[in-house]
């Protein structure tokens, strides 16, 4: 499709429960992005892949947190055993390429809205 | 690695003045510069971009920013406002070359235009 699509919209969990999230990157594009946004304003990279492989994980907390994009299925984050700060808007972004000019923009899904409590 | 400032926090101004939200960035290696706007409960919105060539960068909305180099800052500039641009708004930056092409985000402005 033409938008990066992220399900569910809403999302809440007891702490020490698994949490899921889906993204579905925009056609054509190779590169699919997590970003984790905390109250409200801040921003963290979490994971990015190229295809189904791990381009760059040095934001993942890897204890709990993974993420796979396997071919033909939407890419997925899923935390084991949440914790309350986890809490959070949850964003996936895609692009075509990386690093070369103008194909290199990240174009990002409306968001999951994980409430832990 | 890189970071990037946005001094102002909240930057309140009246329908149809011009405004300039701030962006400064440090980084070791040459970057890639963004503007993206976020709506209530929306996802990012990319406003503008520079990446190389023409230092002033025209995006939607009526937006632009500037390119500085030795001042590393890249400022967002609307002429006038409107109401509709009330918004959050987030300068990012990417390496150029290498780190995977992952964005790393200022704290974000609120932009509240008042009539």
């Known amino acids: 499709g033409e938008e990066v699509a992220q399900t569910p919209k809403h999302l809440v969990r007891g702490e020490g429960q698994k949490a899921k999230l889906y993204c579905a990157p925009i056609?054509?594009?190779?590169?699919v992005f997590w970003y984790q946004q905390v109250l409200k304003n801040e921003f963290k990279f979490l994971i990015s892949?190229?295809?189904?492989?791990?381009?760059?994980e040095t934001g993942m907390p890897k204890e709990r947190f993974s993420a796979k994009c396997l071919p033909n299925s939407p890419c997925s984050l899923e935390i084991q055993a949440t914790k309350l700060e986890d809490s959070a808007v949850y964003f996936c972004?895609?692009?075509?390429?990386?690093?070369?000019?103008?194909?290199?923009?990240?174009?990002f899904g409306p968001g999951t809205r994980l409430t832990v409590l | 690695a890189q970071s990037v400032t946005q001094l102002d926090s909240q930057v309140p101004v009246f329908e149809e003045a011009p405004v300039e939200l701030r962006c400064n960035y440090s980084?070791?290696?040459?970057?890639?510069l963004f503007w993206y706007v976020q709506y209530p409960n929306q996802g990012l919105q990319l406003l503008l971009k520079?990446?190389?060539?023409?230092?002033l960068v025209k995006g939607i909305n009526g937006f632009e920013a500037e390119f500085n180099k030795s001042q590393t800052s890249f400022h967002l500039r609307k002429p006038s406002v409107h109401i509709s641009d009330t918004a959050e708004y987030f300068c990012?930056?990417?390496?150029?070359?290498?780190?995977?092409?992952?964005?790393?985000f200022g704290t974000g402005t609120q932009l509240k235009v008042e009539l």
């Open positions: 980084s070791s290696v040459s970057v890639y």
């Open positions: 892949f190229q295809n189904e492989n791990v381009f760059d």
């Open positions: 520079y990446l190389s060539g023409s230092t």
């Open positions: 056609k054509g594009h190779s590169y």
């Open positions: 990012a930056v990417s390496q150029l070359t290498g780190g995977g092409n992952k964005l790393t």
């Open positions: 972004a895609s692009s075509r390429a990386v690093g070369t000019g103008s194909t290199d923009t990240q174009y």
